[in-house]
């Protein structure tokens, strides 16, 4: 769950997702990385929790470069990357250059590109393609959400949430395609895994909170919305251990292109579908 574009997200928050986010990113997008982690830009760090995943998980990280556009988050992050150097940068991604990423050999993002407008992964893109980085960009949310048991409603709730994540011209369900469209067209070669956060009784406080945002956002968007008693029910079923779902997302690793830097190669490569895992 993200909050609008250009809002704040709660520090609260983020840590409520951080270990049902650590249980799915793709251990397999990961290992395709492992050596290629030296210096790491993580774009849209929030308190740092990829760096808290990822960097147990490079061989030799020596530094990583956080940025954010919020203060507050990047001087939460600064302290809890475990690595020896850290530095901060705030910026609006909508702005990255390829000399932001200077010494970088690995971009990382989570939960990211589903807040950004096909003209800021465009921008973001470039500067990725033209610094000549591979990157690795998790938990992209794809419209689609299991519930069980399976209720009526699920589809139209659904359905009007993807649209309020596609308010303003932001990508929603659509990013983790579009990203690997435009990394594509830039000569890059992108390849999607498969990384669902898998709700239940043990992750009970995140599944409530996750239902409310997730049908509050369907019912701003679609106020007419019929779910008189649907959310009731669905926290009820939540309190008594009864209540699963599987919030499907993808993990995107994007490498040059094979002639030097992608932006000179003009091959696209392997084109997987988002949303499945790639062998
Ligand atoms: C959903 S949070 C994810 C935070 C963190 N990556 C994680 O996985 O916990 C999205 C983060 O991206 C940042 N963000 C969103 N749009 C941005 C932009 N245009 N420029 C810089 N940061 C942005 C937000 O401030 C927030 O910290």
Redesign the pocket.
Known sequence: M??A??A??APEW?AL??GA?AEARSERAAEVVRDLGRVVA?????????GRWLAPRLSGSERWVL????PG?LALARETVPVNRVRTRE????SLRARDLDGVTLVA????LD??TRA?VETLAGAVVAAGCPALL??TVVGRVELSPADPLDARVGRAFDDHQRRGGRLGPDAAAVAAEVFEGLGARTHAFASPWRLGPDRADLLREWLRGWVGAAVEQEPGLPVAGYLERRLEQCGRGGLRAVVHHTDLVVLPGSAGTAASSGSAGAVRPPGTESS
Not at 42 to 50: A, I
Not at 67 to 70: A, G, L, P, S, Y
Not at 109 to 112: D, E, H, V
């Open positions: 993200t909050s574009g250009g704040a997200f983020l997702r951080e986010d993580d774009l849209g760090c929030g308190t740092g929790s990829l940025f954010d556009r919020d988050l910026l609006d991604l909508a993002a989570s939960a990211l807040l950004l800021e998790t938990l």
